[in-house]
């Protein structure tokens, strides 16, 4: 029984993990879940056999149930749920912002994408707009005058901005 238990969590395991890697939020939280799911499996089926209750005065040390995958499973299932109630409130706002629940990358993740990536599928011109966008330099900026309305540098402010 416990190979088919342990079984049964890799499947899950397996399953929520190809789930996670894919772009929509509803199959990602679905994976969060089944990954909830086998955690927990996991964990009552390493607690061994059934035994009595943890009683004082119920039955002998030996024959008792061990609560301590019971305890970690209570408290893995307590995190899932909260992890799930927070990915689904995110969920609902991206589906309020943009009707649609598929995750994009961002310009960055493009561009370390295309860096990464030994034969150049992506050609310069599309990497140069890549890195144009992501560029966050100070080159639109103006210098501001000081107080008394010149635009020399005071003493702490290097070439007049501030």
């Not at 990497?127 to 005071?154: K, M, Q, Y």
Request: proline share 6%; no cysteine; net charge negative.
């Amino acid at each position: 029984m416990s190979v088919l238990l342990a079984f049964t969590a890799a499947v899950l395991f397996g399953v929520g993990a190809w789930l996670l890697m894919q772009r929509r939020l509803t199959r990602i939280i679905v994976g969060l879940g089944l990954i909830g799911h086998g955690t927990n499996i996991l964990l009552i089926t390493s607690g061994g056999p059934g035994g009595l209750p943890p009683l004082i005065g119920n039955g002998e040390p030996d024959e008792f149930a061990d609560p301590l995958p019971q305890a970690l499973a209570l408290t893995a299932i307590v995190i899932t749920f909260g992890v799930m109630a927070f990915l689904l409130a995110m969920a609902y706002r991206s589906w309020q912002l943009s009707h649609d629940d598929i995750v994009s990358d961002d310009v960055e993740d493009r561009l370390v994408a295309s860096a990464i990536r030994s034969d150049s599928d992506i050609d310069d011109a599309e990497r140069a707009d890549l890195e144009h966008e992501s560029d966050s330099s100070d080159d639109d900026l103006e210098p501001v005058p000081d107080s008394a309305g010149d635009d020399e540098a005071g003493p702490d402010v290097p070439g007049g901005l501030l």
